[in-house]
């Protein structure tokens, strides 16, 4: 719970201060189980620090809304507006002198430094997994890992950020720092630094956790997403699922299944991948977790500039089983979720050997499509018929509360242009600041 969000919202309706202090202390009440004259003091703190904000102006102050909230946008949940919105953060950094950058929507981004590629990437933590630290910690870190992989960097190092509500338990974080080591140990990552803090301060009620994992890593041979050829065909390795799949078994009854994605296979593959000559022939590696195949495959296409052709029946068994039954159980499309497989486009005369040397660390591999030249699209070939495999509005709905929120309609072209608009405000903000700033660094001495 936001305190700060419930006073500023009954605040704008009108409600007195004497409502709102007394309404707030009691929600206190109920959550912490306080004595009420702290709560009453807590709540009046609150309602004087929400009025001393009240009418703040100007850039470093206000912002332009777009008038979408991130849930009904769809951030976050890898589908149409989760792509859209990434595309407009990229917009607003614009072109920068990495050698693979934000505006390709790789997996990790690079820089060329004395000869080499230094990579870096981050990724959050699953929000679901907040009650369970560990898988949180674990997870997160074998997606980082595979970021920094599928980029063709070996990992050197990783960096860790920690965020637990008020009322969280203090061993959260040492849960989920277990977590995140188990994986940077058995993989001889070292984890080097972070940080830990509380979510909203004093602000939010609560033991919600959220996080991040980042890694570094460094590369003689790229292998982003922008080097896609026509030509190429695409490999992909078996995949148990991460984060995704912990939390859709857990949320759906099926606890059992977790354990089925506590794994190093994918990163063990890379390791073996690498010390392969094979290697250096690939073209672009990524990761099956943006939305599932359907969300990466569309977006490997955009960026290459290319038509991908999925071959639907290629894919069917390289999920693992038991994961693969729990989806079909619960009518979940294996196509649209992440199953944390390993993806890899590389020149034809390459695969077999590519498929071999994957095998050889005890992970399948095998071809599901192809690369030709067209606009840029993706297609699902099912029984000889091509279908439409661009994503959905969200990812496969994986858990109950999931499919409940995807049964909601919405205008998606009408949100479109409200969040353009904000991004291109945006946008505006950071030239007049940059203005600002070198006017500033023109008087330095």
């Known amino acids: 719970?936001?305190?700060?969000?419930?006073?500023?919202?009954?605040?704008?309706?009108?409600?007195?201060?004497?409502?709102?202090?007394?309404?707030?202390?009691?929600?206190?009440?109920?959550?912490?189980?306080?004595?009420?004259?702290?709560?009453?003091?807590?709540?009046g703190a609150v309602i004087e620090e929400v009025k001393n904000t009240q009418n703040l102006t100007g850039d470093f102050f206000t912002f332009e809304a777009a008038g979408v909230s991130m849930?009904?946008?769809?951030?976050?949940?890898?589908?149409?507006?989760?792509?859209?919105?990434?595309?407009?953060?990229?917009r607003i950094i614009g072109k920068t002198s990495a050698s693979v950058g934000v505006d390709e929507m790789d997996d990790a981004g690079a820089v060329c430094a004395n000869?080499?590629?230094?990579?870096?990437?981050?990724?959050?933590?699953?929000?679901?997994?907040?009650?369970?630290?560990?898988?949180?910690?674990?997870?997160?870190?074998r997606a980082t890992l595979r970021d920094a992989y599928v980029m063709g960097a070996r990992p050197v190092m990783l960096f860790s950020d920690i965020h637990v509500a008020d009322d969280g338990d203090v061993a959260k974080i040492f849960d989920y720092t277990?977590?995140?080591?188990?994986?940077?140990?058995?993989?001889?990552?070292?984890?080097?630094?972070?940080?830990?803090?509380?979510?909203?301060?004093?602000?939010?009620?609560?033991?919600?956790?959220?996080?991040?994992?980042g890694a570094v890593g460094v590369a003689e041979h790229l292998t982003a997403r922008k080097s896609i050829q026509p030509g190429d065909v695409l490999l992909m390795s078996e995949g148990a699922g991460g984060g995704t799949i912990a939390t859709s078994a857990i949320y759906s009854g099926y606890p059992d299944v977790v354990e089925y994605t506590i794994n190093l296979k994918?990163?063990?593959?890379?390791?073996?991948?690498?010390?392969?000559?094979?290697?250096?022939?690939?073209?672009?590696?990524?990761?099956?977790?943006?939305?599932?195949?359907?969300?990466?495959?569309?977006?490997?296409?955009?960026?290459?500039?290319?038509?991908?052709?999925?071959?639907?029946?290629?894919?069917?068994?390289?999920?693992?089983?038991?994961?693969?039954?729990m989806l079909e159980d619960l009518k979940i499309d294996y196509l649209g979720v992440s199953i944390d497989a390993l993806l890899i486009v590389a020149p034809k005369d390459t695969a077999e050997e590519i498929c071999r040397v994957v095998e050889s660390a005890g992970v399948a591999m095998r071809e599901i499509?192809?690369?030709?030249?067209?606009?840029?699209?993706?297609?699902?070939?099912?029984?000889?018929?091509?279908?439409?495999?661009?994503p959905k509005f969200r990812e496969s709905a994986y858990t109950p509360v999931k499919k409940v929120v995807d049964s909601r309609v919405r205008n998606f072209e009408d949100m479109k242009g409200k969040v353009l608009h904000a991004s291109e405000a945006a946008l505006r903000k950071k030239e007049r600041v940059l203005s600002l700033l070198r006017k500033k660094q023109d008087s330095c001495p």
């Open 1 to 43: 719970m936001d305190v700060e969000e419930f006073v500023r919202r009954r605040t704008s309706r009108g409600i007195s201060d004497s409502t709102i202090r007394q309404s707030l202390a009691n929600h206190i009440i109920a959550l912490k189980n306080i004595d009420p004259e702290y709560a009453s003091a807590f709540a």
């Open 71 to 90: 849930g009904k946008f769809g951030v976050g949940s890898r589908g149409k507006g989760d792509f859209f919105a990434h595309r407009q953060i990229a």
């Open 115 to 141: 000869g080499k590629y230094i990579i870096c990437t981050v990724d959050g933590m699953h929000s679901r997994l907040s009650d369970y630290p560990f898988l949180a910690g674990f997870h997160v870190t």
């Open 178 to 213: 277990a977590g995140v080591t188990a994986v940077s140990e058995a993989m001889d990552v070292p984890l080097v630094t972070g940080s830990t803090l509380r979510i909203g301060g004093d602000m939010v009620l609560g033991s919600r956790m959220t996080g991040c994992v």
């Open 266 to 325: 994918f990163l063990c593959a890379c390791e073996t991948l690498m010390k392969s000559p094979v290697f250096f022939k690939i073209h672009a590696m990524t990761d099956v977790t943006n939305g599932g195949l359907r969300g990466d495959v569309f977006e490997m296409a955009e960026t290459a500039q290319c038509r991908i052709i999925i071959n639907e029946e290629a894919t069917r068994g390289l999920v693992e089983p038991h994961v693969k039954a």
């Open 369 to 390: 499509g192809y690369v030709e030249q067209g606009s840029p699209e993706s297609v699902l070939r099912v029984d000889g018929q091509d279908r439409d495999f661009s």
